[in-house]
C-alpha cells in the first residue's frame, strides 16, 4: 500500500504541475466558464484532489520513516 500511496502522489503532482502549465499557455481565458478548457482544468482539479493527497503523503512519509520505502534522488 504504501508503494500505491507514492504512485498517486506522484501522480497528483504530474497532474498538477500539467494543469498549472496549461493555465499559464493559455492565460486568464483558460479561467472564463465559457472556454473549452474551463471545464477541463475544472473537472481534473477535482479528480486530482478526491483521494486525498494529505493522507497519502503521510503514508508515504511513514513508510520512509519505518523502511518500507527508501527514497532515490
Known sequence: LPLVSAARC?????GDTAL???QQAVGLQAMFVHHPLAATI???SVYL???GPDAQ???VGRAVADGVIVPTL
Do not use: I, K
Not at 506522484?10 to 504530474?14: L, N
Open 42 to 44: 475544472t473537472d481534473l
Open 20 to 22: 498549472t502549465l496549461a
Open 57 to 59: 503523503r503521510m503514508r
Open 49 to 51: 484532489r478526491q483521494p
Open 10 to 14: 506522484a501522480v497528483y503532482a504530474a
